[in-house]
């Protein structure tokens, strides 16, 4: 039962076959999220966090995303670790956040990676360590993610855990530029002119 009332529930959030509604898809939702359906968490949570179809509500998308992550839900698994990373819905708590992004991460969660890297990066919720960082960024630049191309690109340009490397910086920056994610040209106007 609850299977089909999460389905109805993405029908009317998408449109599909049926008239795009939103507080109907937070009503079909919530049937499916209290019979413990773990997708249907998350979806609510979404609802809850964007504020379609119910008002928003920070406190309740962090409610229900914790009650998705726990049945190992990689999607809600990485939202309550950003909202514990930011402090959105529940007290800021960097350790929860890391707990969570590496649940996230071990389903192989693009975004945990980066995000990992940067907490160990900037040392949140663990002891700051460039190598780690370096490793997470890695693990997510193999997957094409422009974001750690450009932390890495950080990372070569100012020798953070290891030597400066402005050849190396070039290039990841250029790839940045070129996924057209955000715009980097500053960065390597400065980089050609050192090299």
Not at 85 to 90: P, R, S, T
Not at 100 to 119: C, D, P, R
Request: hydrophobic share 35%; net charge negative.
């Amino acid at each position: 039962m609850s299977y089909a009332q999460n389905n109805l529930g993405w029908m009317y959030r998408n449109g599909n076959g049926v008239a795009k509604d939103y507080a109907l898809a937070f009503f079909w939702y919530k049937q499916a999220a209290l019979q413990g359906h773990s997708d249907a968490q998350n979806n609510l949570a979404d609802l809850y966090e964007d504020g379609k179809g119910v008002a928003q509500n920070k406190t309740l998308a962090a409610f229900w995303y914790l009650k998705s992550a726990q049945q190992g839900n990689r999607h809600a698994q990485f939202q309550i670790a950003w909202d514990y990373n930011a402090g959105e819905g529940v007290d800021q708590d960097y350790k929860q956040a890391m707990y969570w992004y590496l649940k996230a991460a071990a389903q192989e969660s693009v975004g945990a990676y980066v995000n990992i890297g940067y907490m160990y990066k900037h040392g949140q919720g663990v002891e700051k360590d460039y190598q780690a960082a370096f490793e997470w960024f890695t693990k997510a630049a193999e997957c094409n993610d422009a974001t750690a191309w450009y932390n890495l690109a950080i990372m070569y340009h100012y020798g953070e855990g290891r030597p400066v490397d402005l050849r190396q910086a070039l290039d990841l920056y250029r790839k940045v530029q070129s996924s057209g994610t955000r715009d980097v040209s500053q960065e390597i106007r400065e980089t050609e002119d050192l090299l």
